[in-house]
């Protein structure tokens, strides 16, 4: 059962007006307050009342609607002893009478709300003859339970007049602290997760990465070692296939030398495709000597210059630098 308080009053200031929602809305409203209130409601379809509504003086303050209301739910009741429900509505009070008491909630007050207009509703027991007027039934009472129904009265969802539990809790500044709260706390409690298994990972990953390159250490210095060692290959390839071997380069000389006189050198110096040695000897043709050395296809030039020794000459040959691939 509902406590009597709500049941009286049904009323709550309030900044938010749950009432004025859409039918899905209310719908929507009513099962979760069943679902989560389980609140049991005995609707009294049997008991003979009495109903009306008075509007809101125009000068009335919504700080003593309260206690209007209970004033008027006694005055207008014609009964004297009899069981005074009321309900505040937001253009006034909805007041059921009954000469004992009710048996629940009267089932006037448990109905849905029907769009504005003059209805023939069947209830329980008794048909009402209602009319409702923005949203509120502005008239109501009984009529010959032959009269022809316009509509069957449906205490089922969406109780025009009866606050819901759901109702004090949407309206109430604890409960939206409360959820602002709740929600502040669990973004945070995700942006605190989420870094934590983001940092978690890139952890992960560099300890992945720094067992890699441990693994793979020994097998990148055997690559840098043999790189390096291709290169000066390839540096040795390169200088082998630019300058002569010397022992080509001295026996062209010393070929075209011996054909004048015996060949007596006491140095030789070969660097850059030039060779220079110091010939001994006295009976040196030095012009027919460069002649012959110059028609040779390897040299590009030769020259022969007198040595501070006597009998001694320098001979300097410069041979031609694709002079090996002619080979």
Known sequence: MLAS????????????????LSIQMQ???????????KQAMNVDGKTFSFYTFKAYPKSLSKQVREDWARIQAKALSPYENGEVQYYLCDSGVAIWACAGKFDGVPETRAQNRLSDGSYIVKGQVHNYKQVWTHGVLSQCYIVDSKSACDVTLNT??????????????????????????????????????????????????????????????????????????????????????????????VGEVVKSVSEQTVWNAASIEWQSNTLVTELTSSDIDIASLVQVLENNALINKAAVRPHARENTWVLEVTFNENAFSQR
Request: aromatic share 10%.
């Open 156 to 249: 089922q969802t969406n109780p025009w007049a009866i606050e819901r539990q759901i109702d004090a809790l949407l309206t109430s500044p604890k409960y939206w602290a409360s959820a602002i709260g709740l929600i502040l706390a669990t973004v945070f409690v995700w942006f605190v997760v989420a870094k934590a298994t983001i940092f978690a990972s890139v952890s992960a990953l560099e300890d992945e990465i720094a067992a890699s390159e441990l693994a793979m250490g020994d097998v990148l210095t055997q690559q840098v070692e043999l790189q390096s060692k291709a290169d000066v290959l390839e540096q040795i390839n390169q200088w082998r296939h630019r300058f002569l071997p010397l022992q080509v380069v």
């Open 5 to 20: 308080d709500q049941l009286a009053k049904g009323y709550m200031v309030s900044t938010l007006n749950t009432k004025s």
């Open 27 to 37: 719908n929507l409203l009513d099962r979760l307050d069943k679902r989560f209130f």
